[in-house]
């Protein structure tokens, strides 16, 4: 496909086990003839490179701090901006004024602006045409700054929610003013968006889901005793819930896949109870153990929409999630599976119970789950979308809708 636009991702850390959507996405664009050079600031643990897919990923991605953290190239990057000194010191000023509150956010921004010199020099070089952002944190505030330094077009996808509970501090109505436009994962986040940024900018904010490749997902031998959970061992998942419930489930077994800074202690709170911790794994075996997974649960406290729930869907698992957020845009309740309360262990028991007794309900909403998927949230009609803003930004094409029914 001709005149495609070139693109360039940007994120804190790429490839990461826990953001893997990311990576799906980038391939789909690939696939749809875009070349798109992955950036990321930090180079990635060895721990999130989990498979083969993210061993070549991180071997082909640019990393701005690696570049940074050399003197002469760091300088040479800056004094190439600073041949067009209006521009320069109106990024400069960009950051000065887009900083957080106090000495240590003054600093902070300043070390983004050298950042994104760095990575204006390299989309420079490569002839990017088209920065996007994944997150909407510091990395774009570099990608943020990066085009005011350059001149690159830049859009970014915001997920929520945690971004939503400190807007000033990153500035995302700032954010949103400069970016092309905006990829909002839900109509929830798109509303949140438009808590802080001024309207006239709304119109460029649209819907594009994360998405998953429903091919991917098949389904195996399932017995009625299988729970599994994926995700980061960090307080806002509510995992503690999750446990507690399963001491009121004499029989079920849970998987918990995913690591972070809560699983010794969740690992003591679930000692005695029919638990597996199996720690991070390759997307290919997330997509194995869904096979053989009777339900999945999430009893988060605080969500986008997760990708997690779309591979279990995919996979025609029922799903036990709490009704936040875009969740609900994703999971119907008593369709797909099961929305609780967050935090209420004796609603989401109940809820498990439900399932775990009735094969036949759970095969029911399994089907469901996967045809909402394929429908809505496929992978390679999401990237579609996106390149359709990309297209249509770079040859000035009229604004599509909020979320496009029909994608070219």
């Given at each position: 496909?001709?005149?495609?636009?070139?693109?360039?991702?940007?994120?804190?850390?790429?490839?990461?086990?826990?953001?893997?959507?990311?990576?799906?996405?980038?391939?789909?664009?690939?696939?749809?003839?875009?070349?798109?050079?992955?950036?990321?600031?930090?180079?990635?643990?060895?721990?999130?490179?989990?498979?083969?897919?993210?061993?070549?990923?991180?071997?082909?991605?640019?990393?701005?701090?690696?570049?940074?953290?050399?003197?002469?190239?760091?300088?040479?990057?800056?004094?190439?901006?600073?041949?067009?000194?209006?521009?320069?010191?109106?990024?400069?000023?960009?950051?000065?004024?887009?900083?957080?509150?106090?000495?240590?956010?003054?600093?902070?921004?300043?070390?983004?602006?050298?950042?994104?010199?760095?990575?204006?020099?390299?989309?420079?070089?490569?002839?990017?045409?088209?920065?996007?952002?994944?997150?909407?944190?510091?990395?774009?505030?570099?990608?943020?700054?990066?085009?005011?330094?350059?001149?690159?077009?830049?859009?970014?996808?915001?997920?929520?929610?945690?971004?939503?509970?400190?807007?000033?501090?990153?500035?995302?109505?700032?954010?949103?003013?400069?970016?092309?436009?905006?990829?909002?994962?839900?109509?929830?986040?798109?509303?949140?968006?438009?808590?802080?940024?001024?309207?006239?900018?709304?119109?460029?904010?649209?819907?594009v889901h994360c998405g998953v490749d429903p091919a991917r997902y098949g389904t195996g031998a399932r017995d009625g005793t299988r729970l599994l959970f994926v995700g980061r061992l960090a307080a806002v998942k509510g995992l503690p819930v999750l446990i507690e419930a399963m001491r009121d489930l004499p029989g079920a077994h849970l998987t918990v896949i995913g690591d972070g800074p809560d699983r010794a202690t969740l690992e003591r709170q679930a000692s005695g109870l029919d638990v597996t911790f199996a720690g991070y794994q390759s997307q290919s075996a997330v997509a194995e153990t869904l096979r053989d997974t009777d339900i999945f649960v999430l009893p988060s406290f605080a969500e986008g929409v997760p990708v997690v729930l779309m591979e279990a869907m995919a996979a025609q698992v029922p799903v036990v999630a709490t009704r936040i957020a875009g969740i609900p845009e994703?999971?119907?309740?008593?369709?797909?599976?099961?929305?609780?309360?967050?935090?209420?262990?004796?609603?989401?028991?109940?809820?498990?119970?439900?399932?775990?007794?009735?094969?036949?309900?759970?095969?029911?909403?399994?089907?469901?789950?996967?045809?909402?998927?394929?429908?809505?949230?496929?992978?390679?009609?999401?990237?579609?979308?996106?390149?359709?803003?990309?297209?249509?930004?770079?040859?000035?094409?009229?604004?599509?809708?909020?979320?496009?029914?029909?994608?070219?």
């Open positions: 496909m001709s005149g495609l636009p070139k693109l360039a991702y940007l994120t804190g850390e790429y490839p990461r086990a826990s953001d893997t959507f990311i990576q799906r996405e980038v391939a789909a664009l690939r696939d749809l003839g875009h070349e798109v050079l992955t950036c990321s600031i930090r180079r990635t643990g060895a721990e999130h490179l989990v498979g083969p897919e993210q061993r070549a990923e991180q071997a082909r991605t640019f990393h701005v701090l690696d570049t940074a953290k050399s003197p002469i190239r760091l300088i040479a990057a800056h004094l190439r901006w600073m041949r067009r000194p209006a521009r320069y010191l109106s990024a400069l000023r960009l950051a000065w004024r887009t900083a957080p509150r106090g000495l240590r956010g003054r600093v902070y921004n300043l070390i983004y602006f050298l950042e994104a010199g760095v990575l204006a020099a390299h989309l420079a070089d490569n002839r990017v045409e088209h920065l996007h952002n994944h997150i909407a944190k510091a990395s774009c505030t570099v990608a943020m700054l990066a085009s005011a330094l350059s001149g690159t077009r830049y859009s970014f996808t915001i997920h929520g929610p945690d971004i939503f509970f400190e807007p000033q501090h990153w500035r995302i109505d700032e954010k949103a003013a400069r970016a092309s436009f905006v990829a909002c994962i839900s109509h929830f986040c798109r509303s949140q968006l438009m808590c802080f940024a001024d309207r006239s900018h709304w119109d460029r904010f649209h819907i994703l999971v119907e309740d008593g369709i797909s599976g099961r929305l609780v309360p967050p935090g209420d262990a004796e609603a989401l028991g109940a809820a498990l119970r439900s399932l775990l007794d009735d094969a036949r309900l759970r095969a029911r909403m399994g089907a469901a789950g996967r045809q909402k998927v394929t429908d809505e949230f496929d992978i390679r009609t999401e990237a579609r979308r996106l390149s359709q803003l990309f297209r249509g930004h770079a040859n000035g094409a009229p604004t599509p809708p909020i979320r496009a029914k029909e994608v070219p």
